[in-house]
């Protein structure tokens, strides 16, 4: 059977970033402004995608509803503006009713209530991260300011939680729903928390850090109090060169947590090996990639092949899994800056 999925990029020109594809094929592709990350309701019926500029509205973003239609194609239900610049993440909550989405440049996270069909209805709540602290500046052109990065929606023991990365904090925060704090880690200093991985079975996280070039495991535990505990393992170095780490991905049998690494001329995919308690067991290589700016990738849903983005070289690239090896392929998509690959 055919992969279906979804890709979204930033603007080149006048192209189209957000396009619908099987196999080798882009089925058709649609007009949205630096479409840089998507993401699906529960029930995938809905496709919600981001549009990362400062000028949807003053000084703000966008985001955009899509209903997915029968064969895959994807019919535009309506858009917001985010109340924040430059919106890079976002996830549904699972009964479907909000979109929460972070704000890079305005570093804030917005809620969005959604209807029945998944059409974006209104605000619920917009939250300024320099509430959960002061940006560390060790990093002084990235980390002057909070910098929402990272939004994530999922459970832990029966109780809806929000996981949010502060690039600029240098914090990974845990929400309720109503955006009260239940627990916070710290990340070393010029870490810069970017994306997360959660290990299938157990309560264990993982944590990219864009600016430190290193990966962090993080042990949660729900308290009897209601309040989230999170313990911080120390960082482990995947890469040597002066790249800059993007996504984190666990394979799909937990064993092996991958990241990618842009640029310096050393663009490549890290991959470490996991222990049966889903501690680090060693760095297993740094694969060398031969196309610039691998931004995301993701794993097939069967587990068999790693689909990767490269941004700088207008491709996304197929590689084969083999137990801990990227095996390459010479299945390749044209695609203009690519930044996200969604399966269906």
């Known amino acids: 059977m055919k992969e279906r999925y979804y ?3 930033y603007s080149k020109g006048n192209h189209f970033t957000l396009a619908y594809g099987e196999g080798n094929e882009i089925i058709e592709a649609y007009e949205i402004e630096n479409a840089s990350y998507l993401t699906l309701s ?11 500029t400062n000028d949807f509205t003053l000084n703000s973003g966008g985001v955009a509803a899509f209903e997915i239609l029968e064969n895959g194609k994807l019919k535009f239900l309506n858009q917001m503006p985010t109340r924040g610049a430059h919106p890079c993440h976002l996830s549904a909550s699972e009964d479907g009713r909000f979109l929460y989405v972070a704000n890079y440049s305005g570093g804030s996270t917005i809620y969005f209530t959604l209807d029945e069909q998944g059409v974006i209805c209104g605000v619920q709540k917009c939250v300024h991260h320099d509430k959960y602290g002061q940006p560390t500046n060790s990093n002084p052109k990235r980390q002057e300011a909070p910098h929402a990065h990272y939004i994530q929606a999922n459970k832990i023991d029966g109780q809806g939680v929000l996981w949010v990365c ?5 914090k990974v925060i845990v929400l309720n729903r109503a955006g009260d704090v239940l627990g916070e880690a710290t990340m070393p200093d010029g870490f810069g928390a970017r994306h997360m991985a959660f290990h299938p079975e157990k309560p264990k996280a993982y ?8 990966i962090i495991s993080m042990d949660y535990k729900l308290e009897t109090t209601g309040g989230i505990s999170l313990s911080v393992s120390a960082p482990l170095l995947i890469a040597t060169e002066d790249v800059s780490c993007a996504a984190v991905r666990l394979s799909t049998d937990g ?8 640029g310096g001329g050393a663009d490549s995919i890290s991959v ?3 222990d049966d308690k889903g501690n680090f067991d060693g760095l297993v290589s740094v694969f060398s990639l031969a196309y610039k700016c691998p931004r995301d990738f993701d794993f097939t849903p069967d587990g068999k092949f790693v689909w990767v983005c490269f941004q700088d070289s207008d491709c996304v ?3 084969a899994w083999d137990n801990g090896r990227l095996l390459e392929t010479d ?12 399966f269906y």
């Open 42 to 52: 529960p029930n995938k019926r809905n496709l919600y995608a981001v549009i990362e």
């Open 207 to 214: 944590v990219v850090g864009e600016l430190g070039k290193g």
């Open 331 to 342: 299945r390749r998509l044209l695609v203009d800056r690519p930044t996200c690959i969604l």
């Open 317 to 319: 690239q197929v590689f």
């Open 7 to 9: 890709i979204g990029g």
């Open 166 to 170: 502060d690039l600029g904090l240098d």
């Open 272 to 274: 470490v090996r996991l």
């Open 255 to 262: 064993k092996f947590l991958l990241a990618s690494n842009r």
